[in-house]
């Protein structure tokens, strides 16, 4: 049997997202990821400190890490055509689910279980802050777009913000992290100050 499970998941750097905009900066599916993961790590231990949750953030992190893995088989549809009717929806589920298997049988059969876990997170409060970061990984794009001088992300920033103060109250987590930490991602590096003197 072929093991092409990790050869897959490396190609995720050939799958681009945005593909419909005008971007100043790329974005790979595989930097997405990566992003996305250290934002999930990083809500579910504001969730520990501040909220008094029990969260696991590494399990988190490494679930976010997968959580598009099947793009790598779909290609990343844009956000109209992905959620164009509910019947489309369905039938791009029924697709995601093809991959996530496709993927699996990729692995050798002791591995499967360990791995599917991570590809279809069913924890609802997980996949609940792995949406927020992903949304906020959106946000954040679409930040760095606009700052960047790119007009073309105005529109989006927008829309995102709505999605992202949308789980509010079911994610405070995700308000807290735009309460507190958001204003620094528009930040040039010498506005950062990070300096090593």
């Known amino acids: 049997m072929i093991q092409s499970f990790l050869p897959m998941i490396f190609r995720m750097k050939h799958i ?15 930097l997405h990821s990566a992003e996305c993961a250290f934002l999930a790590h990083f809500l579910a231990t504001l969730g520990n400190v501040y909220l008094n949750r029990d969260n696991n953030a590494d399990k988190i992190a490494a679930a976010a890490l997968f959580h598009d893995a099947t793009e790598i088989l779909t290609g990343d549809l844009p956000t109209p ?7 489309f929806q369905n039938a791009y589920k029924d697709i995601e689910n093809a991959a996530v298997c496709k ?3 990729g692995l050798p059969v002791e591995l499967r279980d360990v791995y599917s876990k991570y590809l279809t997170c069913d924890d609802e409060y997980e996949k609940q802050l792995i949406k927020a970061a992903d949304r906020l990984c959106a946000y954040i794009k679409c930040l760095n777009e606009v700052n ?6 105005e529109a989006p920033l927008s829309a995102c913000r709505g999605k992202v103060e949308a789980m509010f109250d079911t994610c405070p987590e995700l308000k807290l992290f735009i309460e507190r930490f958001i204003n620094e991602f528009t930040f040039s590096l010498d506005e950062l100050n990070v300096k090593f003197e």
């Open 103 to 105: 993927l699996l049988e």
């Open 81 to 87: 055509v992905k959620y164009f009717n509910k019947d």
């Open 148 to 153: 960047a001088g790119n007009k073309e992300f």
């Open 16 to 30: 681009m997202r945005w593909g419909l905009m005008h971007n100043t900066q790329p974005e790979s599916l595989s």
